[in-house]
Structure formats: structure tokens, C-alpha cells
């Protein structure tokens, strides 16, 4: 098992950048595909972006496309989503999640509790 702490949430104004973080710890992070996803008030989670286990590909959903960065470091267990030009439709929950892949929610079996992300008009 994995288990997964995000941070680097907050309050931002509109046009601002966040560097959100989330540790792994347990089994080691790079048996394992990584992604963020995201969930607004009333919306269903939605898929941001994914990289493979060493980082030789991402993926990213179309709100993510040209603004934000998904990068791990495997000797840190740490994955990282960069966001920038951000948005208040980017205001939501971020969840760090592992597994084996996709840009379904089926495809990774351990999650984090999840970092809010606001950003201000």
C-alpha cells in the first residue's frame, strides 16, 4: 500500500501560480502511476493530468492543457502539479492519486485526502 499527503493549496488571485505537492510514503511511489484530479462544489471529479512511473510521459485533461505542469521526483517519493494562469473555474479540491493508469478514477486504487485550491476574482 501507498499512502498519499498533498500540500501547497491556498488562496490566489486570478492570473497567479500554485505548486501543489503530494508525498507518498509506504511502498515506494515509482511502482506506481501518478495523477491529479479535482472536484468543485456539486461537480464530479474531474481528471487534471497523469505521469508514468518514470516520468517519460504525462498526460494532461483539457483544463490542464498549456497552464499546468505534472513532474515527480521518484528519490523524493514526491509528485508535483505546477498551475499556472490560474483561473476561478480551477477552484476546486486536488487530490493526488496512484495507481495503474488512465484518466478514469477506476484506474488508481490509493488516494489523498485532498488540498483545496481557491482562486479569487
Known amino acids: 500500500q501507498v499512502q498519499l499527503v498533498e500540500s501547497g493549496g491556498g488562496l490566489v488571485q486570478t492570473g497567479g501560480s500554485l505548486r501543489l505537492s503530494c508525498a507518498a510514503s509506504?511502498?515506494?511511489?515509482?511502482?506506481?502511476?501518478m495523477a491529479w484530479f479535482r472536484q468543485a462544489p456539486g461537480n464530479e471529479r474531474e481528471f487534471v493530468a497523469t505521469i508514468s512511473r518514470t516520468a517519460g510521459s504525462t498526460y494532461y485533461g483539457n483544463s490542464a492543457k498549456g497552464r499546468f505542469t505534472i513532474s515527480r521526483d521518484n528519490a523524493k517519493n514526491t509528485v508535483y502539479l505546477q498551475m499556472n494562469s490560474l483561473k476561478p473555474e480551477d477552484t476546486a479540491v486536488y487530490y493526488c492519486?496512484?495507481?495503474?493508469?488512465?484518466?478514469?478514477?477506476?484506474?488508481?486504487?490509493?488516494w489523498g485526502q485532498g488540498t483545496q485550491v481557491t482562486v479569487s476574482s
Open positions: 492519486a496512484a495507481g495503474s493508469g488512465g484518466s478514469r478514477q477506476a484506474g488508481y486504487a490509493y
Open positions: 509506504g511502498r515506494t511511489s515509482s511502482n506506481y502511476v
